[in-house]
């Protein structure tokens, strides 16, 4: 890990303090700031102030402590909502490769059926009609994205179950479990851990579209989408209000997108000289 | 003598220097020179340097590479400081190459004609009507079908031995002085190789163009150069005349390749075995396609038995259908008398551990992933329900049983020699104690020494654990020296089957004949004696 992180270029390095400070910051930001995210603490839209080191929002609470909480509540749910994406889709992604035949053809299509609908409008539906409890929107989170990941682990895995030792770990009898474990998995997971990242960064601004759709997390929880709508009209007044949560995001996934792209030059690295 | 065309020397060539990792030479110092209308072979196993000097003559480093040392000139004119301008404006006319694999070499989305043609638009010294029918006169001379309309085909709707020779002809359009030909014929079939050999061969000489001719065969290359040079570990071993190397060989790793091919022959197993597995009567194919064609093969316990043909003559099906990876639409197969199942969910744990396989390409056969412990421990684990700590130390014994050091046992296969990595597949067979190995070119993607090394271990092998093998080649050199029955095969039908002595000696079937005057042999000359005893074949049916 420790020799990874060394071998990485100037801009995974970059990266990686990128979303290292960002983590630290909506960890132990909220633990060590004065006030709540839900205390009003001051005037409308006030300017930065010592006090209020990015100024108030539009009721007055702090903002730099409401985008801490806010980052936190969009890191947390974008990244369980990842990880179901991937609980799902790697294992039936492998299984299609492995299995073949009709088995392949069904998940395939089910997978197609799905991804033809628009994400964002697939969502809104769906959220409309079950509410828009957290846990609602994870799953829902989830399963749009288990289809992408799905289509990617069924590709590289493909490639995978063409190699001999497949053949001759059926020979040997193997069960399904250790093919995914043993045979398949180790070989796929450099591709799918830098796909991680990005569907991690495509989840958060996701969940922050559908916050500023009014369809996320709801009030009075912070989070970055959500705040950008609830302080847009600051914007008419020439404040930062609103650009400040969006900057936020946009750190944020600047630095998994800069540690993803050190992460497949690296590998590339580490295969030509295999 | 005049001066020579291509004069290189001392030329080193090094990985590219990089942070935290030593420069690594791949050629330390090597002399070549090429005179105008002289062919010299450049010999060696993979590693030895020789694809490297080749494109170093034409002044090119693949990429990770640099030319460290040394001096390179074409002509008089040095190339290491010509410059990229002035590279490309020799390569394609000055010189040009031919890589080994025609078909990655062409753009399959582009007709050939257009291909062949690109050289003479980039250098656009010639009208287009000119070179247009020079194409077709290199068509022509390399006897590809209907020289006048080749050039509109693309490149899948030929064969690779036409492929290889439009390549050739691609090479040849720029009117070069120099052509380096890096493995041509080393992945064609023996019956195409020779065809191809021969009219390469032809066309040099009639253009009087240098050529440079590299390749791992020492057969091949003896009957198309002047001149030998065997390379080693980027060092020259020595060179010679075609002839006196052949002949007197100073070096002893030299003398060591010329004997890689003669090795002594396997003497025949007892005569009244009984059949250990037998295919009765077999079809079977992909789909629609049928592959085999009433195929009836048995193989003696304790013997060995080579089946052969061309790469499409159905070898391969036939080891996956015995495997249980195809099913036959028809026949059986029976191991000890007992018919098995023709699925491999039909059979029995005790089957399938007495049938093992061994493939061609130890790179792809094993995951790259897991370690030689897990890779030769799972299968004792789950053929002889071995612990994982007694699997491991089986793993240790099997190493030590195949020649390797135990000490390779945490490695993993990306660490190893292609060599080591074939040896370690045998010991994963043999983890199960199979009473029968199917042997899938297993030696094929070796070098000469090396393949000779892993026969001498399965032979070694068969003495001490009585195994059985069925060997699936092209190789006729490989099963004269250690068949007992031979099975030849040709579009998926049996066209001859007996013991070997019956086999290989007169009279010939004649697709059998075909096959082993194809095998190229040790001697100069022997290219002409074998097309010209073919053209009497052809003339007198």
């Known amino acids: 890990m420790i020799a990874m992180i060394r071998d990485f270029d100037i801009g995974a390095k970059i990266g990686l303090a990128i979303v290292v400070f960002f983590l630290a910051a909506v960890i132990f930001g909220p633990v060590l700031s004065p006030y709540s995210e839900v205390e009003i603490v001051g005037g409308v839209w006030a300017p930065p102030s010592a006090a209020n080191w990015l100024g108030t929002d539009y009721i007055g609470r702090d903002l730099l402590v409401r985008i801490l909480t806010g980052g936190r509540m969009t890191v947390i749910v974008s990244l369980i909502a990842t990880c179901g994406a991937f609980a799902i889709g790697c294992p039936l992604g492998i299984a299609a490769a492995v299995i073949g035949g009709w088995f392949d053809l069904i998940v395939t299509r089910a997978v197609d059926a799905v991804m033809a609908f628009p994400g964002l409008i697939l969502a809104l539906i769906v959220l409309s009609a079950i509410g828009t409890s957290i846990p609602a929107l994870i799953a829902m989170m989830s399963v749009l994205a288990s289809t992408i990941v799905f289509r990617l682990t069924r590709a590289v895995a493909a490639d995978v179950a063409a190699m001999e030792y497949i053949e001759i770990a059926r020979l040997r009898g193997e069960s399904m479990r250790w093919f995914l474990f043993k045979e398949i998995l180790p070989n796929v997971a450099p591709t799918l851990v830098t796909e991680f990242g990005l569907r991690f960064v495509y989840a958060a601004i996701l969940i922050s579209s559908l916050s500023f759709l009014g369809l996320g997390i709801q009030p009075p929880n912070a989070d970055l989408g959500g705040m950008v709508k609830e302080n847009a009209l600051a914007i008419t007044f020439g404040r930062a209000a609103p650009i400040l949560p969006a900057l936020a995001l946009a750190f944020l996934a600047i630095g998994v997108n800069l540690v993803v792209d050190g992460l497949l030059r690296h590998n590339a690295r580490r295969d030509r000289h295999k | 003598m005049s001066a020579p065309l291509l004069d290189i020397r001392g030329l080193r060539i090094s990985t590219e220097p990089a942070r935290n990792k030593a420069q690594l030479d791949i050629l330390k110092g090597v002399d070549l020179t090429v005179h105008r209308g002289e062919v010299v072979g450049l010999i060696g196993e993979s590693g030895a340097g020789k694809s490297t000097l080749g494109l170093a003559a034409m002044g090119y480093a693949r990429r990770g590479l640099v030319l460290s040392g040394g001096e390179i000139y074409l002509e008089g004119q040095e190339l290491r400081s010509a410059g990229d301008e002035g590279l490309r404006h020799l390569r394609g006319r000055k010189t040009s190459y031919v890589a080994q694999s025609a078909a990655a070499a062409f753009n399959p989305a582009h007709k050939l004609m257009q291909q062949v043609l690109e050289v003479t638009r980039i250098h656009h010294d010639l009208s287009n009507s000119d070179v247009r029918s020079k194409a ?406």
Request: proline residues 5%.
């Open chain 2, 136 to 541: 077709i006169d290199l068509f022509d001379r390399m006897k590809l079908p209907d020289p006048e309309h080749f050039g509109d085909r693309y490149p899948h709707e030929v064969s690779g031995g036409q492929l290889q020779r439009a390549m050739t002809a691609m090479a040849l359009i720029g009117e070069p002085d120099l052509i380096v030909f890096d493995e041509p014929t080393t992945a064609l079939d023996v019956t195409t190789q020779i065809d191809v050999l021969a009219i390469i061969k032809a066309v040099i000489r009639d253009l009087k163009t240098a050529a440079i001719y590299i390749t791992h065969d020492i057969a091949v290359v003896a009957q198309i150069s002047d001149r030998i040079k065997v390379l080693r570990h980027g060092e020259e071993v020595e060179e010679q005349p075609t002839h006196d190397l052949l002949n007197n060989p100073t070096q002893s790793y030299t003398r060591e390749l010329l004997k890689a091919r003669s090795r002594q022959q396997h003497v025949p197993s007892k005569n009244h075995l009984e059949p250990i597995l037998s295919v009765r009567d077999v079809t079977a194919g992909y789909g629609n396609a049928t592959i085999l064609h009433d195929i009836s093969v048995n193989l003696r316990q304790g013997s060995n038995l080579a089946i052969v043909g061309e790469s499409g003559s159905g070898k391969s099906t036939l080891a996956r259908l015995i495997m249980g990876l195809l099913q036959p639409s028809q026949g059986s197969v029976a191991f000890k008398g007992e018919t098995l199942s023709p699925g491999l969910a039909g059979r029995s744990a005790d089957q399938r551990r007495n049938l093992q396989m061994v493939y061609q390409l130890p790179d792809v056969a094993m995951n790259p992933r897991q370690t030689i412990s897990e890779i030769i421990g799972r299968a004792a684990q789950v053929f002889r329900s071995l612990s994982r700590s007694a699997a491991r130390s089986r793993a240790a014994e099997l190493l030590d049983l195949v020649d390797l050091s135990p000490e390779l046992i945490d490695r993993y296969p990306g660490q190893l020699s292609g060599g080591q990595k074939q040896r370690v597949c045998i010991a994963r067979a043999l983890a199960a104690d199979p009473e029968l190995i199917i042997c899938d070119e297993v030696t094929s993607a070796l070098d000469p020494l090396v393949a000779d090394g892993i026969l001498d271990l399965l032979m070694r092998l068969q003495e001490q654990l009585g195994v059985s093998y069925i060997f699936i080649t092209h190789d006729m050199g490989m099963v004269r020296a250690i068949a007992d029955d031979v099975v030849v095969m040709q579009h998926g039908r049996i066209s001859e089957q007996g013991r070997k002595e019956a086999v290989f000696s007169p009279p010939f079937a004649d697709y059998t004949h075909l096959l082993i005057s194809s095998t190229p042999e040790i001697s100069e000359g022997w290219l002409e004696r074998a097309i010209s005893e073919r053209k009497m074949a052809a003339g007198g049916q």
